[in-house]
């Protein structure tokens, strides 16, 4: 479902799995490179690692995982803001969960993430300020948007306590209080509209 005239999130979605696929399949080395190491942020001014690590996956299930979260939310989601908006939403949504991860992780120089899932968490919970009723059919189990959201949320805080992995699982709550809070300032009416479409 590609729409005409804006073209962000597909262009996203493009370069997140052929990045991802080269570093898993191809150049291991990408991932590597573009690893988010929040002891070394600073320390070796790895600046680049907080945009780029949210372009490579540790595996084809994440990948699968993020990508197919971000089609259902991200192509509509554009076509509602506009290229412009969501391009920031999105970008917004990754620095801030990697800030938060880099607060909670700067002193451990083990600790190393990967994904796109901060900023896939603003756009999800953006997404279900301005469409909380919509109803998804995922992996053949139709559901409303908003149920989605908060099952996303909550396995991630599971996964983060009990997953060993690279894959930056506390960045989704992060990304999706920025993805509310970016709503909020670009459009302060939005929440009074969710609430008087709930009741």
Same mark, same amino acid.
């Given at each position: 479902?590609?729409? @005409?005239?804006? %073209?962000?999130?597909?262009?996203?979605?493009?370069?997140?799995?052929?990045?991802?696929?080269?570093?898993?399949? /191809?150049?291991?080395?990408?991932?590597?490179?573009?690893?988010?190491?929040?002891?070394?942020?600073?320390? *070796?001014?790895?600046?680049?690692?907080?945009?780029?690590?949210?372009?490579?996956?540790?595996?084809?299930?994440?990948?699968?995982?993020?990508?197919?979260?971000?089609?259902?939310?991200?192509?509509?989601? *554009?076509?509602?803001?506009?290229?412009?908006?969501?391009?920031?939403?999105?970008?917004?949504?990754?620095?801030? +969960?990697?800030? !938060?991860?880099?607060?909670? *992780? /700067? $002193?451990?120089?083990? %600790?190393?993430?990967?994904?796109? @899932?901060?900023?896939?968490?603003?756009?999800?919970?953006?997404?279900?300020? %301005?469409?909380?009723?919509?109803?998804?059919?995922?992996?053949?189990?139709?559901?409303?948007?908003?149920?989605?959201?908060?099952?996303?949320? &909550?396995? +991630?805080?599971?996964?983060?306590?009990?997953?060993?992995? /690279?894959? $930056?699982?506390?960045?989704?709550? !992060?990304?999706?209080? +920025?993805?509310? &809070?970016?709503?909020?300032?670009?459009?302060?009416?939005?929440?009074?509209?969710?609430?008087?479409?709930?009741?």
């Amino acid at each position: 479902m590609f729409y @005409s005239g804006h %073209y962000a999130a597909p262009a996203i979605l493009i370069l997140t799995i052929v990045i991802s696929l080269l570093g898993m399949f /191809r150049i291991p080395d990408i991932i590597n490179k573009f690893l988010f190491r929040p002891y070394f942020f600073l320390r *070796e001014k790895q600046y680049d690692t907080m945009i780029m690590s949210g372009f490579i996956h540790a595996d084809p299930t994440h990948l699968l995982f993020n990508m197919i979260t971000f089609f259902f939310f991200a192509f509509p989601l *554009e076509q509602f803001l506009g290229t412009g908006k969501f391009v920031a939403l999105y970008f917004v949504g990754l620095v801030v +969960s990697h800030t !938060c991860t880099w607060y909670k *992780e /700067r $002193n451990n120089p083990q %600790y190393a993430s990967l994904g796109a @899932s901060g900023a896939i968490s603003a756009v999800l919970f953006a997404y279900i300020v %301005y469409f909380p009723t919509t109803m998804l059919l995922v992996f053949f189990i139709p559901m409303p948007a908003m149920i989605f959201a908060f099952l996303y949320v &909550g396995y +991630s805080m599971w996964a983060s306590k009990n997953a060993n992995d /690279r894959i $930056n699982h506390d960045a989704h709550l !992060c990304g999706a209080l +920025s993805g509310l &809070g970016f709503v909020a300032v670009t459009d302060p009416g939005a929440f009074s509209r969710l609430v008087s479409m709930l009741l």
